[in-house]
């Protein structure tokens, strides 16, 4: 693998950069080079989190640079459209389906952008864009906060390590009483992308559609 850049973006609390520190490790057990750096802003009250992977046989910086980056890994919406400037041309999306209003929407001084707004910002480089239900199907779990383990589920398809690395990782980056749970949600995650890749319907439906040459899917 020449080189593989993944960005993962949230807001704080979601768990970004634990997301970040598993795909880092499961890349290091797989024998190649990895750098990463997170940047929180006022992630203790919610705010922008992101987490730059960069993954290769030789890599030199730690930052993805504006329009490089692979796989955009994102656990909010609005963050999703953020960052979507430092996506290549062709690259990949993966964006839960969850609104969460920043600051200056709550304060009334900005609005939160419609759906289609997002698809369309995204839609500009990203090939294929997945919207994904993570936040409902991490709460059928019956932990919410398993959404980022969910999610490296769904991530983990699109890359070229196997399901064990992955679950070795998370093993040894979690307590063993919250272990179970977190895999039973990585797994669930696998799951919910493979459907989706193989256009299969869900128990709520799947409606696949196309906006600029990318596959979006609803649940």
């Known amino acids: 693998m020449a080189k593989l850049n993944i960005l993962i973006a949230g807001v704080g609390g979601q768990g970004v ?17 990895v750098k990463k750096t997170d940047t929180l802003g006022m992630a203790q009250r919610g705010g ?4 730059h992977v960069r993954i290769g046989e030789k890599v030199a910086s730690p930052l993805v640079g504006e329009g490089d980056a692979d796989i955009l890994l994102a656990f909010e ?5 953020r960052w979507s400037g430092y996506l290549r041309n062709g690259a990949i999306a993966i964006v839960n389906d969850l ?15 419609e759906d289609d707004q997002i698809i369309h910002i995204l839609g500009h480089r990203a090939t294929k864009l997945t919207l ?8 059928e779990t019956g932990n919410p906060r398993v959404l980022n383990i969910f999610m490296l589920g769904a991530l983990s398809l699109l890359t070229p390590f196997i399901a064990a690395l992955w679950e070795t990782v998370i093993a040894h980056r979690l307590s063993p009483r919250i272990l179970h749970i977190n895999l039973s949600a990585f797994e669930l995650g696998r799951r ?9 319907p869900g128990e709520g439906g799947c409606a696949p559609k196309t906006q600029d040459g990318g596959c979006i899917c609803h649940h």
Request: glycine content about 8%; charged content about 20%.
């Open 17 to 33: 950069v634990l997301a970040s520190d598993i795909l880092g490790d499961v890349a290091l057990e797989a024998g190649l080079e």
């Open 48 to 51: 922008s989190v992101i987490a």
């Open 77 to 81: 919406k609005v963050e999703a459209a």
């Open 99 to 113: 609104s969460i209003p920043p600051l200056s929407v709550s304060l009334g001084n900005q609005s939160y952008p």
């Open 132 to 139: 994904i239900d993570g936040s409902r199907c991490a709460a």
């Open 192 to 200: 919910e992308m493979l459907r989706i890749l193989d256009g299969m």
